[in-house]
């Protein structure tokens, strides 16, 4: 391709809402424009990148068995009904209804409709176990979105579903799609890390995430230093803190007015005292079954952890109805003590469990109480009491041990086994060998296409733009013709451009009529991994020189090798991409 007649709108100035470096250079190198927020058109050299990472996705994924098909971007919401997922999903579903009346749903992701399929298709145990995938849009109406690609409304996604007719066929594939996904990312020049992963509202016994670690991640690792042990901080488990030293003669509890004083903070300052001395005490809504969850006032509370701990259903925050209802107090003020007569279970956390005295809401609006210790004051044991892991992970939390390590990181990927949740709720059967009807058990395997590439800029790039893998940049080498009006560096850059396009190289030509040094910015902008320089000088000397982008030394060349010396540079970048 000629630069001359490509679109490549590149921009000097950043981006004033562009967060992080991805979303900064994907708009500067003119790889994506936005149309609206989180919604982004992708131009020449945008697409092409996404190609290359889609053909990867395309060439692993077929290679593993798996066969591609398409499905509807429109889904009719009654297959989100049949699982209850449209709830679950909430206003982050974007809905509309047809001229027929009917409501749809633009597909957040396909288990519904996959599984859908495989009712109608799928009879006999012969014919698992089967894996199909797609490579499509997807629509979110996430309430913010931001740092461009990362978390955009609208995005290109792999997904993948499997069905089997036992846990042990789901396992191989599983093991299989894992091992897949680990060419994938390294083909893609990723450096990643697996950790184990909460399901979330996918649902499942299992679930590993593909992350790339980046300051610019929204998602958090968690990790051992000897890395024995990773997860995100859904998923994350501590081990219980060391039972506090009882006090010798513990004072009796004392109510204190704390009028209009409701946040863990205020509390503290008032009554001069620390958030890790504080009891938290949170009401939830279990359909009509009300919790009690206490965990300290410097933790937060895990919402999968609890899911987990009440059989994997999903408990939502009670309204201040129901609060006020169960405490006979205003939101803020709710507390420990007597609540285990009042409320359907009560769940308390380790860290809660482990305290030898703390302050509590007394369940009396504008009071708390002081002097509360556990065990004495509120059970620790009983029928609906259950003394568990339910927060997040915090600085000098330890795992078996060892101490835990935190770092951000972007998800590229995620693999689920699912079970029979959908194909339960969907009819997907299958007659097993002694003819007995059996629900499909299913495994889900995603990739996130467009975080690829914002991820591999994230990692690769520096002050003049992007440094790009070879496997995924828009181009492998870029030939940059200093003096268009010197007829002789003209005819050899044409001349070593034909040579590479000839031998399969992907390569752009920038024949612009512009000064060199632009040309030279924009090519580190584009991160291309090879750039050859054509100029007077030394092509007057027999010459030409090549650089790798990453790399700030070139070398020369005579023109005769030219060619066959950046073939094999290309050629040793790709072998180490596994490419």
Not at 26 to 40: C, E, N, P, Q, V
Not at 220 to 230: C, K, L, N
Not at 367 to 389: E, Q, S, T
Not at 436 to 441: A, S
């Amino acid at each position: 391709m000629r630069y001359s007649r490509m679109l490549i709108p590149t921009v000097k100035e950043v981006p004033a809402d562009a967060e992080i470096p991805s979303h900064q250079l994907m708009i500067r190198a003119g790889l994506m424009r936005k149309l609206a927020s989180g919604t982004y058109t992708y131009l020449p050299l945008g697409w092409r990148s996404l190609l290359k990472v889609i053909n990867i996705v395309r060439e692993e994924m077929n290679k593993a068995g798996a066969q591609e098909i398409l499905m509807p971007a429109v889904q009719p919401i009654e297959l989100w009904q049949k699982t209850g997922r449209d709830v679950d999903y909430g206003p982050t579903m974007a809905k509309f209804t047809d001229r027929h009346g009917r409501e749809n749903v633009l597909a957040p992701t396909a288990e519904e409709v996959v599984t859908n399929l495989a009712a109608g298709e799928i009879n006999s145990y012969k014919q698992l176990p089967m894996n199909i995938y797609q490579i499509s849009f997807k629509f979110r109406d996430e309430f913010r979105p931001r740092f461009g690609v990362l978390r955009s409304r609208e995005f290109i996604m792999k997904d993948a579903y499997s069905f089997h007719a036992d846990a042990k066929s789901l396992d191989e594939t599983y093991r299989l799609m894992y091992e897949t996904y680990c060419r994938i990312f390294k083909r893609c020049g990723l450096e990643y890390v697996i950790v184990e992963a909460e399901s979330g509202e996918m649902g499942g016994s299992g679930s590993h995430q593909f992350t790339i670690p980046s300051e610019s991640g929204e998602d958090i690792i968690v990790y051992t230093e000897d890395s024995s042990y990773a997860a995100n901080i859904e998923k994350a488990a501590v081990d219980a803190l060391p039972k506090q030293k009882p006090l010798a003669n513990p004072s009796k509890p004392e109510k204190v007015e704390t009028k209009n004083i409701g946040s863990i903070e205020a509390v503290c300052a008032f009554l001069k005292t620390l958030p890790k001395d504080m009891i938290k005490t949170l009401i939830y809504a279990d359909g009509n079954n009300v919790i009690a969850t206490l965990i300290r006032g410097d933790h937060d509370l895990n919402p999968e952890k609890l899911a987990q701990v009440l059989g994997g259903k999903t408990a939502n925050l009670a309204d201040e109805a129901t609060i006020e209802k169960v405490t006979g107090a205003k939101v803020g003020f709710a507390g420990p003590i007597g609540l285990a007569e009042k409320t359907d279970k009560i769940i308390i956390d380790y860290a809660v469990a482990a305290m030898a005295v703390g302050v509590t809401g007394a369940n009396k609006t504008d009071y708390h109480i002081k002097n509360v210790v556990p065990g004495r004051d509120f059970p620790l044991k009983g029928d609906n009491v259950i003394v568990a892991d339910i927060r997040n992970a915090v600085e000098g939390d330890m795992h078996n041990g060892k101490k835990l390590l935190f770092k951000h990181g972007i998800e590229v990927g995620q693999v689920f086994k699912l079970g029979a949740k959908y194909s339960e709720k969907l009819g997907a059967k299958f007659l097993d060998e002694a003819g007995q009807e059996k629900p499909c058990v299913m495994g889900c395997y995603g990739i996130g296409i467009n975080r690829i590439i914002a991820s591999a800029i994230e990692a690769g790039n520096d002050e003049n733009g992007i440094i790009f893998p070879i496997s995924i940049a828009p181009f492998e080498v870029i030939v940059t013709c200093v003096n268009q009006d010197d007829k002789e560096v003209v005819d050899t850059a044409e001349k070593i451009y034909r040579q590479l396009l000839d031998k399969g190289i992907d390569v752009l030509l920038d024949d612009r009529d512009l000064r060199g040094g632009v040309k030279f910015k924009d090519a580190d902008l584009l991160g291309i991994p090879v750039r050859i320089t054509v100029g007077s000088k030394s092509v007057a000397q027999g010459n030409v020189e090549i650089k790798l982008r990453r790399e700030s030394q070139n070398q020369k060349v005579s023109i005769k090798e030219a060619a066959d010396k950046t073939i094999e540079l290309v050629n040793s970048l790709k072998k180490q991409l596994n490419c």
